[in-house]
């Protein structure tokens, strides 16, 4: 009997992954669609009246399955969660833009979730006048010296300039500038003490 290795196999996807694995909408629907066929079932199947020890082993089998049913429940809304999170520390970690890759593995609700959450940050940075995602050390300079990781053309600096970024090109920007392309993965620092 199969009953929730499916279920089972999306919590082990996302707890081996480091990010946050592709939505797979096939899979939950397919989890769902069978503790609702169980439910439904057992539901049709299953008189209140009777004494549980008379009853066949096959149903037996059934209403132990039934128990297992709300657990299941719990493990689907843990991956929700469980994902949630993992979007709430890249939203610290990489800011207010996904990387492309996680971005396309996230289903709408996942979406829409990640930028209300990057919303309310913002808000709430916005108020206290400050930005929480900076490092909250201060910094020994106030221009660094990065190199470009990947082409990404013109970028808005915080000041309100733009840079255009070219791979392998060495760059000195403001800290405030260059702390959101580190996070991003965009620049990396050089060290100019050599």
Not at 88 to 107: C, D, F, I, N, Y
Not at 148 to 168: F, H, P, R, W, Y
Request: negative net charge; glycine residues 6%.
């Amino acid at each position: 009997m199969e009953f929730g290795l499916k279920a089972r196999d999306l919590i082990l996807e996302l707890k081996r992954s480091d990010g946050v694995p592709p939505h797979n909408d096939d899979q939950l629907r397919r989890v769902l669609a069978e503790v609702s066929g169980l439910w439904e079932e057992i539901e049709a199947m299953t008189p209140d009246d009777v004494d549980p020890n008379s009853l066949p082993d096959g149903e037996k089998v059934r209403r132990a399955l039934l128990k297992r049913w709300p657990a299941l429940a719990l493990g689907l809304s843990l991956l929700r969660e469980l994902r949630a999170r993992r979007l709430q520390r890249m939203r610290w970690s990489t800011g207010p833009v996904l990387p492309k890759e996680t971005a396309a593995a996230l289903s709408t609700g996942e979406k829409e979730f990640f930028r209300r959450y990057d919303s309310l940050v913002s808000t709430y940075s916005d108020a206290v006048g400050m930005d929480l995602t900076a490092d909250i050390t201060p910094p020994t300079e106030l221009n660094l010296a990065v190199r470009a990781l990947k082409d990404v053309g013109e970028v808005m600096t915080v000041s309100g300039g733009s840079i255009n970024l070219q791979m392998g090109c060495q760059y000195s920007l403001r800290r405030a500038d260059v702390d959101q392309l580190l996070r991003q993965g965009i620049v990396e620092l050089i060290d100019t003490e050599e």
